[in-house]
C-alpha cells in the first residue's frame, strides 16, 4: 500500500487560510505570457493589448461570513459585491463587471432574492460596474455567493503588494476597527433576540460601528485623489483580515520591514467608545478586527505633502530593512512583533 494513504489525515486548521492556498496551489505555475500576477495578490492580472484586465472572486456563506439573523438581505448583496470591488480598487484599477453566483435553500422567497439583489443592483449602480452574468442553483443548507469582479488598468498604473521600498510612508484610508466592533454588538443583539424573540434590539449609539460591518465603501474616492495628484502608491491592499495581517502580507511580499504607530492609527470616536464599553481594546480591533475595507499603502517619502492633502488619509509609519524587523510601537512600551491575528474563516 502507498504510505501516502498511511498519512493520518491533515486538519485544514493546521495550515490556516493561507498555508492552504499555498499547499493546493504549490504545483500551478504561470505558464502564458501575458499573465502578469497569478496567485497571491488583490486581483489576478492579464494583459490584453494596451490594456490590463484584473480578476478578483469572493466567496460568502452563510453562518460563516453572514448571520441572516442581523443581516438585512439587500445589504448582504452591496456587501457582497463592495468587497470585490474594494480588490480591484487596491490594484490602483477600476472595476468594470461583475458575475453572480447564488446557491440558495428552499427556506429562502422570491422575495428575500429579489432584497438581495436589489443591494447588488444598488453597488453596481453607485460604481458603474456591469451585471453580465452568474449561475443560481439550490443548496441543501443555506444562502452560498460568489461574485467575480472584473476591472481594467493601465499597466503601468497597477500596484501590487510586493512594491514597498525602505523609507516609504505607510498609509491607511478611514478608519479601523469599527466593522469588527460593530459586528460585536450585531452579536450580542442576536443572541439576546435568540433568547427572547419578543426583544427589540438596542443599536442607539451604535449606528457608526454598525454601518461599518453591514455596509462597507469601497475607496474608490481615495484611488482617484491619489490618480489626482499623480501618485501610483508603491504597494497597496485593501484592509479586509486586519491590519497587521495585510502589513505582514506587504512586508513578506516586498521583502521589508516596517513600523507602525499606535498613536497614529484611526479609530472613530464611536468604535472607541463602544470599544471600551465592551472591555476591548479599540487599536487591538484596529490591528486585528478586519472587514474595514480601507486601503493600506505606502508611497515614496517625498510624496509626503501630497498625501497629507488628501482627506481621510492617515501616516501611520514607515518601511525599513527587513532585517529590521515588523513591529507595532504601542503608545508606552516596548516594541511588538506584528502578528497576523486576523480573521480566518478556518
Ligand atoms: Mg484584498
Redesign the pocket.
Known sequence: MDKKENRKPVEISELGEFGLIDHLTKDFTVIDKNLIKGIGD?CAVFECGDICNLV?TDLLVEGVHFNLVYTPLKHLGYKAVAVNL??IY?MNGTPKYITVSVAVSRKFSVTAMEQLYEGIKLACDRFDVELIGGDTTSSMSGLFINITAIGQAKKEDIVYRSGAKKNDLVCVSGDLGGAYIGLKVLEREAKIYMEDKEMQPELEGYEYVIERQLKPEPRRDIVRELAKRGIVPNSM??I?DGLSSELMHICKQSDVGCRVYEEHIPIHEQTESVANRFHMDPSLAAMNGGEDYELLFTVPMDKKELVEEISDVSLIGYICDASEGKKFVPRNGAELDLKAQGWTSF
Do not use: E, I, L
Request: zero cysteines; hydrophobic letters at 25%; charged letters at 40%.
Open positions: 488583490d478578483t474594494s480588490d487596491a491592499m485593501d479586509s
